[in-house]
């Protein structure tokens, strides 16, 4: 399983047969002394495979668990990152949208006092 951002960041979960077969239990006999004896050896033997077993895949599962958490963090930190940066960008448009409109009242009253000029030479001719 891939279970980070980045190449490499896999789980390999093994999980061994459980059945009668592989726990060597099928051909218990307890009709016997002996063959109880020897069953309860079998079934402890089994016991201890399945009990590794169940750790190991409790460490699998801590394991993701810890992995998701992770994830989960670094999810909101990307969010939150993501965020300041639009936000950042939103405040350098307003602030080129305010110089802007600035420029352009100033460049609108210069023209209006260069027309003004003519004007008021053509006043001073009459």
């Known amino acids: 399983m891939q279970i980070g951002a980045n190449e490499g960041q896999t789980l390999k979960v093994d999980i061994n047969d459980m ?3 592989a726990l060597r239990i099928q051909d218990v006999d307890v009709s016997t002394s002996a063959g109880a004896q020897t069953a309860i050896s079998v079934v402890n033997n089994a016991l201890e495979i399945v009990s590794a077993e169940r750790s190991k ?7 993701l668990e810890h992995t998701i958490s992770n994830l989960g963090t670094s999810a909101e930190n990307l969010t939150a990152s993501e965020s300041r940066i639009r936000d950042v960008d939103m405040a350098k448009e307003m602030m080129d949208f305010t110089k802007n409109n ?3 009242q100033a460049a609108q009253a210069m023209l209006a006092q260069a027309n003004q000029q003519p004007q008021g030479v053509l006043q001073l001719l009459r």
């Open 57 to 63: 895949l409790g460490a699998y599962q801590n394991r």
């Open 19 to 21: 059945g009668i077969q």
């Open 102 to 104: 600035i420029l352009s």
